[in-house]
């Protein structure tokens, strides 16, 4: 997942912390598993915010919801504010038709339904219970990628607002924390992830180089000065070709005033003086049958006959040299693959060794890691390796036995970069990757041990105070002082600071960071 750069806080961004944001108690297990936040309040709100109420976060596997609406009461219509966010991009969910459904109890089931959201992402949908008494509460959004359900759990539903306010007015309505609403998150690069347990592998920090395999790349050079003609179409980056296809035709330069004009004029007289020699030698051969000359004529005429063959052999070679039709030496591929990179254009004259053609096969690379000498005895034989590019959103993680394989671990220290070389061959994805780029290594050693982990860029470097931001509610964050542990490619051990099942911050930490640093000591924006 790729960092957000601090070179987004345009002016236009740091009006977004300026909105008004509303926090949450820490949230807590559901009987689903997965994490819900209530908590009751009496503060404004502005207008995608609903009045004092209840607020609850809820996680299903494909999308978030962060819902508000007043306390419950028996037939007095309640306006829901409900936030729907997609957890692939942590985008709003633009469309689809609520059901707010309230069930069990001692009333029959209600269904209140809104066809689509005020804006995207928000929903606000009136209820209005029939019943007082405790009730189940889901909401359900109809979207294209199927039905998103979100079973909140019970709620009060009370008589009159006396009765609710009874049994709501004396709790602590002020919530602590560092307040980012939905609004502000949909609109930058954000996502949050659950810290969870799994295995951590030790690993070593190198640079890497990708290569194309040792038989997956050719290049075809000038065999002598001359000239480069086109086979058809001349070939173009990205092209692919077959073993044995011609490319081009490379007519070689020959020096003189020779060309091909003049070895073809070669080659007929050539012919002609054959075809003479042999006429002369078959009328030698009638006239010494008849004895009107003396065998030492026909033994001239059958010399001049094999000079002439060979005088024509010699012209026919020169001229194939330059190839069939006169169009040059053929330049055929020697591998199956792509054109990597052409370095010459159609008609050009090239010395002798100028590269013409690179091809390459890049549906299998090799990633060669350069291994600081100080850690090449701690990285033993290497299990994986992880890596990522400037410019890729992505990064890339090679599994031994999986979508890769370890092709050697250099025996010699260069003398130069005090480097060691340990290569590892990999599946090209969709061929994304270009031969020669750069990339970040971190090669794993051993086979690991258990841990808390997150994303790495969960963890932000707060003048050497390792910190991660924990969601304790929709729009509600608490900052978390942590102890990184092992670097696991795009993972990070936490020794300390953060239980299994908290969710944090994984991209966009820094702007929470500049929010709670503008928004008062409580951490709200209002």
Known sequence: MKHLKISILSAALLAVFLLSACGEKSAAKDDHGTRASVEKAADGHADNHAESGEKLTHFSDKSELFVEFPLLVANQPATFVAHFTWLANFKPVAKGRLTVVLAGGTAPEERFVIDAPSVPGIYKPVVTPKTACKRDLTLMVESEQGVLTHQLGPVDVFADARAAQAAHGGENQRDEGIAFTKEQQWKIDF??????????????????????????????????????????????????????????????????????????????????????????????????KEEAVAEKRLLEARANEGIAAAEHDAARQRLGQLGDGGGGIALHAPIDGVVADVSVAP????????????????GKLWLEARVPESDIGRLGTPSGAW???????????????????????????????????????????????PLGLTVKVRLFAGGGHQGIV?????????????????????????????????????????????????????????????????????????
């Open 191 to 288: 996502a949050t992830a659950e810290a969870v347990r799994g295995v951590v592998r030790e690993s070593v920090a190198a640079t890497g180089t990708i290569k194309a395999q040792p038989d997956g790349e050719a290049l075809l050079a000038a065999p002598m000065a001359g000239l480069v003609r086109p086979a058809g179409s001349f070939p173009h980056v990205g092209q692919a070709v077959k073993k044995g296809q011609v490319l081009a035709y490379f007519v070689p330069r020959l020096g003189g005033e020779i060309d091909h004009a003049s070895l073809e004029t070669a080659a007929a007289r050539a012919r002609i003086g054959l075809d003479q020699a042999q006429r002369g030698r078959e009328r030698m051969e009638i006239l010494f």
């Open 387 to 433: 890596f990522e590019a400037d410019g890729y959103t992505g990064d890339f993680t090679i599994e031994t036995g999986n979508n890769g394989k370890l092709v050697a671990v250099g025996g010699v220290v260069d003398a130069v970069t005090r480097t060691v070389p340990v290569i590892f061959e990999f599946a090209n994805p969709g061929r994304a990757l």
């Open 347 to 362: 008609g050009a004259f090239v010395a002798e060794g100028a590269p013409l053609i690179h091809i390459a096969n890049t």
């Open 454 to 526: 997150v994303p790495a860029g969960a963890v932000q470097d707060e003048s050497g105070t390792s910190v991660v931001y924990v969601q304790t509610g929709g729009e509600s964050f608490a900052r978390s002082i942590v102890q990184a542990g092992t670097r696991d490619g795009e993972r990070i051990e936490i020794k300390a600071g953060l239980e299994p099942g908290q969710r944090i911050v994984s991209e966009g930490a820094y702007l929470i960071r500049l929010s709670a640093t503008k928004s008062g000591p409580s951490g709200h924006a209002h």
